[in-house]
Every structure is written in C-alpha cells, then in structure tokens.
C-alpha cells in the first residue's frame, strides 16, 4: 500500500513539471513577435551597398572607397557627377559591366580603362566617350589627326579630377597641348609671340583638337578665316590687295612665335626678297653704304615697310603700279 501511494505522488510530481515547462515554454514563445517577410528585406535593402556619388555605382564603391581610391569620388564635382541630369552616366556607362572584375576583383580588370597605361585600345576608348559627345564640334572627330594617331579622349581629358580639367581652362591648356607639341612649346616663349603664356590666348582659339574641315585642326576652314576672329582689319576688301595675304598669312607670319618682329618668319627686307625677285629697287641686298645713299633706307629699322607700311592692302585711290601699299 505504501509502495503504490509512492509512485501516485512521483507520477503526480512529474506531471506537475512538465506542465509547468510547457506553460513557460509557451509564454516565452507568445512573447517572441513573428518577423514578416518585408521586415527580412528592408533588413536586407539596409546592409546592402548605398550609392555614393552616382546613381547605380554601389557596386564600384563598395570595394573603391574613399581609403581605396578617394580620387574616383571627386567625379561629383563635375558635371559627370550631376545627379539631376537624367543624362548623367554612371560607372558601367563609361567602364562596362565588368563582371569579372565584381566577381573576382584581383584577378581580372575592367572592361574599359582609361588613362596612361590602359590596354584598352584608343579607339574603344574614345567610342566610349563619343557615345555621349558625338556631333557638333566633335563631328569631324574620325577624320582627324588626333584619332589617326591613336589619341584618345583621355590622352587629354581627366573625368575624375576635382572639377578641374587642364585642357578645359584657358590657363593650363597650353600645358597639356605642349606636352607633345614640343616644338610649339619652344616658340611660344619667343620674343614675338601670342599672350598664351599669360593665359590671354591659348591653343583652342584657333585649333578645334577634335577636327575639322581646316588644315592642321583649325578652328575655321581656312588659314585666313581663323586669323580674321581677331584681325578683322586685315580683312578687307582693298582696293589694292597684298596676294600673299589674300592667299595665306602664314606665308609671312608664324603664329606660334618667332624672334622676328610681328610674328614674321624672317625680318625685312629678306622676307619680302622671297617673292619680289631683283626687278627695279625690289630685289636689291641691303649693303652698308654711306649716309643719304638709297640702300640704306632698306638696311635700317624696317626696310620696306619704311615705305610700304600698309602691307596687307591699301585703299589709296591714286595708287598704282610702283606705289601700291604706301603710306599715303
């Protein structure tokens, strides 16, 4: 009797805790709110990578960051970089998707680089950029000089640079364009030069580097044209007109600089001898003879234009044949 009176109270004892595990167990799970399936994305939309700069570039800056490579964020100082424009490209409009390069960033690179050392071909490069900058003064683009020898828009342009690119501003310039143009760099140092070194004329006045219809670049068809922007009264018409000026400035004057007077390729009268052959007082070498006597009127300070000082054309009525482009 007392046996069975002990195992009624063990089992009543058991049936107590198990009841009382299971009251617990389920208040600590009525307390437990249940997570929906929107609360797991917007969890997951937070710890994912933001964008930083450009719309869509969370995939490149969440390895390139500003430690990594801070220069790559200074794109949003440009007009690259303006999100407001529904234009703005974004790093695989310019770099391509590169899939490889996401996934396995040290083993493979961009489909696109840029700059000095890319292996990507100066042509695919400046397609890149064309598919954006195509037309207007970049029309004449594929018939260059520039893309003929396998410059790229990036041998000169910087996109990630700060809101300043050298070729763009008139000061600098002249540096970039004279990092090849060597010999230009030399003249236009010379005493008789344009202000370029002042920052008051620079290349892009009278060259178009992206091409044109003109020789060597210029910014306007013709030699003339491009001189007459700003020496319009040399222009004319004349009602006696110097041929080699209607013809080509640069027969006469080098733009880039000289140590010769008025850009002059050589000084006078050896410049104008070239043309004017020994006929009459025209073709005779200046030789030092004394005071008074006619050569030395042709030997000191500017030789023909002593006289002849409207060169470029004259509208003197009573002009003719010996007098053309005298001073009255």
């Known amino acids: ?11 009543v004892i058991l049936g107590s805790l198990s009841l009382l595990s299971f009251v617990v167990g389920f208040s600590a799970n009525a307390e437990q709110p249940t997570i929906s399936g929107q609360q797991i994305k917007a969890e997951q939309i937070s710890q994912a990578p933001q964008d ?20 790559i964020f200074t ?18 409009t ?11 960033p040290r083993r493979a690179g961009v489909d696109r680089k840029f700059g000095k050392g890319a292996q990507t071909p100066a042509k695919v490069r400046s397609e890149t950029c064309l598919g954006c900058h195509a037309g207007a003064e970049r029309m004449f683009w594929s018939s260059g000089k520039h893309e003929s ?29 004279t990092s090849c143009h060597k010999k230009q760099r030399i003249q236009m140092h010379k005493p008789s030069r344009h202000p370029i070194v002042e920052g008051k004329v620079t290349c892009s006045d009278c060259h178009n580097p992206h091409g044109s219809a003109g020789a060597t670049n210029l910014a306007r068809d013709t030699v003339n ?9 040399k222009r004319g018409p004349f009602i006696w007109n110097h041929q080699p000026v209607t013809e080509n400035c640069s027969l006469c004057h080098d733009p880039h600089g000289t140590t010769n007077a008025n ?16 006929n ?16 030395t009127r042709i030997l000191f300070a500017r030789g023909c234009v002593n006289c002849h000082t409207t060169i470029h054309g004259s509208n003197n009525p009573a002009d003719d044949t010996h007098g053309r482009t005298l001073r009255h």
Do not use: W
Not at 1 to 11: C, D, H, P, S, Y
Not at 151 to 162: E, G, I, K, L, P
Not at 280 to 295: F, L, W
């Open 75 to 92: 794109i949003g100082k440009t007009k690259h970089g303006t999100r407001a424009d529904g234009r703005t490209p974004t790093c695989t």
């Open 225 to 233: 044209d491009t001189c007459y922007k700003c020496h319009a009264e």
């Open 263 to 278: 850009l002059l390729k050589l000084r006078s009268p050896f410049l104008c001898q070239q043309c004017h052959e020994p």
């Open 1 to 11: 009797m007392k046996l069975i009176r002990g195992n009624t109270l063990a089992a």
């Open 149 to 177: 020898q396998d410059v790229s828009c990036d041998s000169c342009h910087q996109v990630h640079n700060n809101g300043h690119d050298k070729v763009r501003e008139k000061k600098t310039q002249a540096d970039v364009c």
């Open 94 to 104: 310019c770099h391509g998707e590169s899939d490889a390069h996401v996934k396995k």
């Open 52 to 71: 930083q700069v450009l719309k869509g570039d969370a995939v490149c800056t969440d390895c390139h960051d500003k430690k990594d490579d801070p220069k």
């Open 280 to 295: 009459s007082h025209r073709g005779d070498a200046p030789i030092m003879a004394e005071v008074g006597q006619y050569s």
